[in-house]
């Protein structure tokens, strides 16, 4: 097996004349390179995002890197020069001999405790085989995010909707999914509303309209779901982001969770109730979200 691509990226400009391609070091991925005492290692305390590659093109790049400021703002981290991580995401893909297909991820640190400095690297890695899921669908249950869907406005300090390393919570949910027999997990608010997956946006289907969760219930604008838009939009749909009743899922007639690498797998097994699986248009959406890396 090949070796990643590691490429550690100063993420905050130091001096205007500095160019970018000096401020990216190639590493090797199998050496250590996070310090012991870095509070992304010690504490969750960093962003992150993970871009799917297809054709050599990562998707939706410009999407990821808005998010990923977000994040940061939302974490009172320093501004990152975003070009200077852009540039080491398109060389990691460039020197990726599997660029063809992989996934790219980007994280970014506090750093060490008390240095205030940012630590930030970008690495490649082979993205697993989804097509299964994209074609045959996926059993999901409704497991509780335990807060109302109010809680970004409540409290933001919860980091509700900021994309953090603090994924321990995510990865629970999914073992809990395994527990009961399901690949993946629908998280709702104690008040009864949708959110989103662990590692996933939810989209749903009622006649001609496609909807999402609002971003207000503190969940992270996805990426995949933005891209579907577009592509629902261009086949006559109307789509909205909206407050969706945990009861009006019954009444969907497809729903998807989507994400970068996976694209748009179909819900076909919701807690015990069947959903419709559109197969054709999970296909056709799919296809378009790959094709706009040609
Ligand atoms: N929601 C959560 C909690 C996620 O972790 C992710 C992606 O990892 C998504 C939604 C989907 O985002 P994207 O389509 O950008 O991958």
Not at 58 to 74: E, I, T
Not at 226 to 253: N, S
């Amino acid at each position: 097996m090949s070796m990643p691509i590691c490429i550690i990226v100063s993420p905050v400009q130091e001096s205007a004349d500095e160019a970018i391609e000096g401020r990216l070091h190639l590493v090797d991925s199998h050496d250590p390179q996070v310090p012991v005492t870095d509070l992304g290692v010690t504490r969750g305390d960093g962003i992150f995002e993970v871009i799917g590659v297809v054709h050599g093109r990562p998707l939706a790049l410009d999407a990821h890197l808005r998010r990923l400021a977000n994040s940061a703002a939302m974490l009172d981290l320093p501004a990152l020069e975003l070009e200077a991580i852009r540039a080491a995401v398109l060389k990691t893909i460039d020197l990726d001999e599997h660029r063809e297909e992989l996934s790219v991820k980007i994280v970014v640190t506090r750093g060490v405790e008390g240095t205030g400095v940012p630590i930030c690297w970008v690495l490649s890695f082979q993205t697993d085989d989804h097509r299964a899921e994209r074609a045959e669908g996926i059993k999901v249950v409704l497991l509780s995010r335990g807060y109302p869907h109010d809680i970004a406005a409540r409290a933001p300090w919860l980091l509700t909707g900021a994309k953090t390393l603090s994924y321990a919570i995510n990865k629970a949910a999914l073992r809990e999914a395994a527990r009961r027999g399901a690949d993946d997990v629908i998280f709702t608010s104690t008040d009864g509303y949708v959110l989103e997956g662990p590692s996933a946006s939810l989209i749903m289907k009622f006649g001609q309209r496609i909807w999402t969760p609002s971003t207000a219930q503190g969940i992270l604008r996805g990426t995949t779901q933005g891209a579907a838009f577009e592509v629902f939009g261009r086949l006559g749909f109307a789509t909205a982001e909206v407050l969706v009743g945990v009861d009006q899922l019954a009444a969907a007639d497809a729903m998807w969770l989507a994400s970068s690498t996976r694209l748009l797998a179909p819900v076909r097994l919701l807690d015990e109730h069947d959903v419709p699986v559109d197969h054709d248009l999970t296909d056709t959406v799919n296809a378009a979200l790959l094709d706009t890396a040609r």
